[in-house]
């Protein structure tokens, strides 16, 4: 008997019946973790039946929330999703409830933090997009803000690639961007955008009160609306040949230098060291100093 990976598709499996109005997929492992961690009403669960075997935490936890569990083909289930990163699980959901600026706001207020709002200026990749919200949330974002026109839009793909991140974050889309980043503006937060020329690095400008960080798009950068809204421009100290990074790694940089600067020593829940997820070679056993043991610490 070929092992639950290799076995042949189930003659039950069928194709993935279309979403219905004010529904949403989110599609991949982690992502169906965290929606189900986050209390997302589920309306039920696709899985490919090839990987059936390897969801079975999944399976099984789907089943004791008496989620309906329908087989379906891996081709139809791409499909549905718009990319083929699925893992082989998908979880229908209500539709998202999207958030306001002032649910942002009230969230740091909440946390007796100082704002800091991520802004998307106009990203063009769902990949991008993604990456940018895991980095977000890892950072202690209080939300995200960005234009309903004019950008990549919160796909399964998206989704899949913030880790469901998604999830756990305010996200705000608003008809006029610059008019919001005006409004925050009157309401203490300074407007921080990232260019390559600026004359502070970001390490060097004080980024632990209000703030809105603004990562604009891809090809172009911060639109010429969002940069007269701007007080401040710093950007990330470079060494190589190449000019620029990509906009969901220079981001990330930014939003971990806010981090840095407001809470030197963070860790996820305020207690835990954090974590990657792929394994790290193990550490070989420390040798006995000959004399007094000295403490390195590294670099920030």
Known sequence: MPPPHLAPPSHLAAAAPPLEEGEELVAGR???EEAFAAGRPPRRLLVTPQRRMALEKIVLHATTLRIPIVEVEGGSLTALAGFDGHQGVAVVVEARRFASVDD??????ERNEAAF????DSLE???NVGTLLRSAEAAGVHGVVFPTERQAP???AAIKASAGATEHLLL???DDLAGALTDLHLRGLRIVGSEADAALTAREADLRGPIALIIGSEGHGLSPAIRRRCDLFVRIPMRGLIGSLNAAVAGSILAFEVLGQRDPTAR?????PATVEASAPAAKPAAKPRAKRVSKRAST
């Not at 996820?268 to 835990?272: A, D, R, W």
């Open 172 to 174: 705000a889309p608003v």
């Open 117 to 120: 709002v991520l802004v998307l």
């Open 30 to 32: 982690r992502p169906v």
């Open 125 to 127: 990749d769902p990949q």
């Open 104 to 109: 942002i706001l009230a969230r740091s207020i």
């Open 154 to 156: 919160l796909s399964p």
């Open 268 to 272: 996820p829940g305020g207690s835990q």
